[in-house]
């Protein structure tokens, strides 16, 4: 029975009085991972990884035990609690949630943001100056038009923009390689005359003291950019409000790697068991990192910020449909299909807004602090279920 392994070995070490267990370790570390196997098994994927994706030629076998199903990790808390509230600005679609997670919700509903401005500036760009389309579709990310079209991009938002800019890109491979086409093409020279670069890598500390400096360069004055990577740590939990982000440019749609064996085990688990498409979940999956990637810039009611979504896919009512209602209320017809040039004059009218006076206070519908009446009366676009 595998699950009774890492039991029987500790009593084994018990009744043997063996006390220095460190050179045991490898043998623990088998016991541990037969111990899982053996417990859970709904649910649960073994995945073989014989080499490396990145580098197919060199041998490098993982055995991983893969949870497919997000609905296990979140049943404790249905089971504990009565009433339980999700909330966040990023549950959409919300018809998803439950299917994935495995409950009925009592109530679903969507509230509005209550600013006293319209602080948001979301534009969707699909070619740049030349009006060549802009992708990281995998037959169009190398292109050296695409290239230099979003390094131009880069360029002209950062001569325009004051205090802080970030940037986020689809895979750590893809930013080292467009990083690279721009400094042989002379752009991240020119974006440096105008602001300093600091770039997210796989190292801990390194994107620590990145993101200290980058800091320091807006309160500073001299303002900078910061290179970032969807799903990578600063997407997921770091701030970047008030100067520290004035602008996020989304370089393309996040897909995951879909010839992973995980995310191909998870898919399938996906189709049998919920019946959700893979399309639709890898769409779902994407614009939401998106979404996550974008927000990073508004983090509270006096805050503004501009986000641009650079990849024509984002023009397809299917991709854009599925963004938040917080930002798809502020994406007009007017900020669609949107070359460089006409993105930078919308970035310099709404720079321009931003910098007038304002009612701090707010009213009318530009209410900040709202009464049950208020809330009663609205439409709202924050998911809680």
Known sequence: MLKFCYDRLHSLLVTLEITDTDEFLHIQTVCDFATLIGTYNHGFSIIIEPF?????????????LSCLDASLAIQPVFQRFQSVIITSGT???????????????????TFTMSLTRDCLCPMVLTRGSDHLPLSTKFDMRSDPGVVRNYGRLLLEMVAAVPDGVVCFFVSYSYMDGIVNSWNEMGILKDIMQHKLVFIETQDVVETTLALDNYRRACDCGRGAVFFSVARGKVAEGIDFDRHYGRLVIMFGVPFQYTLSRILRARLDYLRETFQIKEGDFLTFDAVRQAAQCVGRVIRSKADYGMMIFADKRYSRHDKRSKLPGWILSHLGDAHLNLSTDMALHIAREF???MAQPY???????????????????????????
């Open 359 to 385: 009612d701090k206070a707010g009213s009318g519908s530009k209410k900040t602090l709202l009464s049950q009446e208020d809330l009663e009366k609205m439409d709202g676009k924050t998911a809680i279920f």
């Open 91 to 109: 549950l959409s679609p919300i018809d998803l949630y439950p299917r994935l997670l495995k409950f009925n919700p009592v109530i679903s509903q």
């Open 52 to 64: 490396d994706d990145r580098m197919p030629d060199v041998p490098d076998p993982i055995l991983q």
């Open 351 to 353: 720079l321009r807004r």
